[in-house]
């Protein structure tokens, strides 16, 4: 099974320059705790979390009203295309022991994100082999 046959498409972004107060009022209204940064040309810059702006920014006694994504948003993100197996998709999230992915067309656009329930809808062995690594790096006693 191909990513683009699970992943969820078009997913809204935020722009780096947005406040974090904006970003948190759209992850609130869209229910999701995640959004893809998109910069110049709607190029994927980053993602940013609802943890990041508790962790990064709240924690740290910035204001939400001028603190900005891209100072608290991750540069590094890890991606998947939308033409790869599902399979290759769980072997990442495992590998980068991650719960999400960014999914890229081949000219390097966002165009969904998939998530771990989504690769379980195609491969519930592999899904469950990835559930547990990523629970284990969120594990504190770790």
């Not at 608290?72 to 999400?100: H, I």
């Amino acid at each position: 099974m191909r990513v683009s046959e699970v992943m969820t498409r078009n997913p809204e972004c935020t722009r780096p320059d947005a406040t974090l107060q904006e970003a948190a009022g759209r992850m609130k209204s869209l229910n999701v705790g995640v959004l893809p940064v998109c910069g110049d040309n709607d190029r994927l810059a980053g993602m940013v979390t609802d943890r990041d702006v508790t962790v990064r920014a709240t924690a740290a006694g910035s204001d939400p009203g001028t603190a900005r994504v891209k100072d608290v948003m991750t540069p590094d993100v890890v991606y998947c295309f939308e033409d790869q197996d599902t399979g290759e998709a769980a072997k990442l999230m495992k590998e980068r022991q991650v719960g999400r992915l960014v999914v890229l067309n081949r000219d390097k656009r966002l165009v969904g994100i998939v998530s771990l329930a989504d690769v379980a809808t195609g491969d519930a062995k592999t899904a469950g082999g990835t559930l547990a690594a990523a629970a284990d790096r969120t594990n504190p006693n770790r």
